[in-house]
C-alpha cells in the first residue's frame, strides 16, 4: 500500500492540493475525487501488466479507496484547523483598493479571507491607492494594519513593497472592481514588480461561480462560466445521488424515524406527520412531508399572535419564522434545534419533487416577495438541507436566503451537492440546527 499512497499523495501534489491556498470546498473536492480515481485506475493497470491481481484483494483495495474518498477531506480539514491554531495555515497577502465604493468593496474582501480562513489568505495590510490623507490604525486583527495613504499609486505599490518584504508578503489582492480597466492594467503591471502572486477582483458580481475557468483567446483574456443546469448528464448524477443516497440512508435511519414517530405521537396523541402545498421545481405545487412539531391549528394560532402582537409581527415579517414560537411543542423544538424535523422529506425525495439538496422548498404566499429570482430558484427542486441551513447563518432575513439559494442555482454542482450534504452532517451532529 506504500506505493500507493505515494502514488496518490503525488498526484495531490500535482493537482495544487498541497498546501491548496485559494482552493474552495467544492473545487478542492472535486480535485481530490480525481487523484482517487486515477489512482485507482494506474493500480487496476499495473495489476494487469505485471498480472499481480491474484495476489492483490479487491476487498481491501474498494475498502482502501472509499476511506481515501470519504475520510480524507475531513482529515485535511482537521489538519488546517490544527496548523491554524499553531498559526502555521495561510499565506500573508496584502489587499489593495481604490476610492469610496472599492473601500467597501475592500473591506468585505478582507471580512470575507478572515471568516473563510480555510482559503488560505491572511490580510495583514490594506492599502488605498486614491486617497490623499495619511492615516494608519491598528485594527482588531493581530498585525493587520489599513494605511490610507498617497495620491501616487507607483508610491503607494512602493510602500506596500516594503512592508511586503519586511512581512514576506508575496500575494497581492486588488480588490477594485469599479475602477477603469486602464487603470487596473497599470497597477497590476506595476504589482508584478514587487508581488509573486498577482489576484484582481473583477466587476462580475452575481456572474461567476465556482466552475469558472480563464481563457487566454489570442491575447484577449476571456471568463468562461459553465452552468451544469443545462448538462442533462449532470442533472441525472444529482438525481442518481438523490435515490441511492436515500434508499440506503433511509434505510438505516428507519428505526430513528419511527421512534422519532413515537415521540411525536406520545406527545400530542395527533397526526404524526404534517402535509404543506410547497412550491416544487418550476413552481409545481407538492404536499411537503415533516413531523409535527406545532399545536394543532398552528396557522391560526399564528394569525392571531400576529394580530395581536406588533412585535412578532415584525419579527415573522422579516424573517418568515419566529425565533421563540410558542406553538413549537417540546418534542417538535427537540427535533428542530437537532435538524431531525425534516427527516420525512425523504418520501419527497423519492417521489422526485424534492432533493437531498437545494434551495428551501418556499410557501406558495412566499411567492412575491422571492421577487425576480423565483423562476431561477424554481429550476431545480427544493431541498431537505442548502446552503443558508449550513452557513452558520440561522437567523439571515428572508432576502438573505433568498439570494444564498440564488448563488446556490447559479453555483451548482455535484461537488457542491457533496461539500452541502457533509456540512449538514457536521451540523447536526453538533447539534446546530437551522431553526
Not at 482517487?36 to 475498502?63: E, I, N, P, W
Not at 473591506?107 to 495619511?134: H, I, M
Amino acid at each position: 500500500m506504500v506505493p500507493v499512497i505515494a502514488a496518490w499523495v503525488g498526484l495531490r501534489a500535482l493537482l495544487g492540493l498541497y498546501p491548496g491556498y485559494g482552493l474552495g470546498s467544492v473545487e478542492g473536492l472535486r480535485r481530490h475525487t480525481y487523484t482517487v480515481f486515477a489512482t485507482m485506475a494506474a493500480v487496476a493497470v499495473f495489476a494487469l501488466g505485471f498480472q499481480v491481481g491474484d495476489r492483490l484483494s479487491r476487498l481491501l483495495l474498494v475498502s482502501f479507496f472509499l476511506g481515501l474518498a470519504l475520510l480524507a477531506p475531513f482529515t485535511q480539514h482537521s489538519v488546517k484547523q490544527g496548523l491554524k491554531g499553531l498559526g502555521l495555515w495561510g499565506k500573508p497577502a496584502m489587499i489593495l483598493g481604490s476610492g469610496q465604493n472599492e473601500g467597501r468593496v475592500r473591506e468585505s474582501v478582507t471580512a470575507l479571507l478572515q471568516e473563510k480562513w480555510g482559503l488560505g489568505y491572511n490580510p495583514v495590510a490594506v492599502f488605498d491607492c486614491r486617497l490623499t490623507r495619511s492615516i494608519r490604525s491598528r485594527v482588531p486583527h493581530e498585525d493587520f494594519y489599513y494605511q490610507e495613504a498617497l495620491a501616487d499609486d507607483e508610491e503607494t505599490l512602493t510602500k506596500a513593497a516594503e512592508l511586503a518584504r519586511k512581512q514576506g508578503v508575496e500575494t497581492a489582492i486588488f480588490a477594485m472592481p469599479y475602477t477603469r480597466r486602464e487603470q487596473v492594467a497599470e497597477l497590476v503591471s506595476l504589482a508584478s514588480l514587487y508581488f509573486e502572486h498577482v489576484l484582481v477582483i473583477p466587476n462580475l458580481g452575481g456572474v461567476t461561480n465556482s466552475a469558472v475557468v480563464a481563457r487566454d483567446l489570442a491575447g484577449t483574456f476571456a471568463v468562461e462560466i459553465k452552468y451544469n443546469l443545462l448538462n442533462p448528464w449532470a442533472l441525472r448524477a444529482k438525481r442518481g445521488v438523490d435515490l441511492v443516497a436515500t434508499l440506503i440512508g433511509g434505510t438505516l435511519i428507519l428505526p430513528l424515524i419511527l421512534m422519532l414517530a413515537l415521540f411525536v405521537y406520545l406527545e400530542t396523541r395527533g397526526p404524526v406527520f404534517y402535509r404543506d402545498q410547497r412550491m416544487g421545481q418550476n413552481g409545481n405545487l407538492f404536499s411537503c412531508v415533516k413531523f409535527c412539531t406545532m399545536v394543532p391549528d398552528a396557522e391560526t394560532v399564528l394569525q392571531r399572535m400576529l394580530e395581536e402582537d406588533p412585535g412578532l409581527r415584525e419579527e415573522y415579517s422579516k424573517y418568515h419564522k419566529l425565533r421563540d414560537d410558542p406553538r413549537v411543542t417540546r418534542v417538535g423544538r427537540f427535533l428542530r434545534k437537532i435538524s431531525l424535523d425534516e427527516l420525512p422529506q425523504l418520501w419527497n425525495v423519492l417521489r422526485g419533487e424534492m432533493s437531498l439538496v437545494g434551495p428551501r422548498p418556499y410557501l406558495p404566499r412566499e411567492s412575491k416577495e422571492i421577487g425576480i429570482t423565483q423562476s431561477e430558484i424554481l429550476r431545480v427542486p427544493p431541498g431537505i438541507t442548502g446552503p443558508w441551513q449550513v452557513s452558520g447563518r440561522n437567523h439571515a432575513s428572508f432576502g438573505e436566503r433568498v439570494q444564498m439559494d440564488a448563488y446556490y442555482v447559479r453555483d451548482w454542482s455535484i461537488w457542491l451537492d457533496l461539500v452541502l450534504l457533509a456540512r449538514t452532517v457536521n451540523a447536526v451532529l453538533f447539534s446546530r440546527g437551522a431553526y
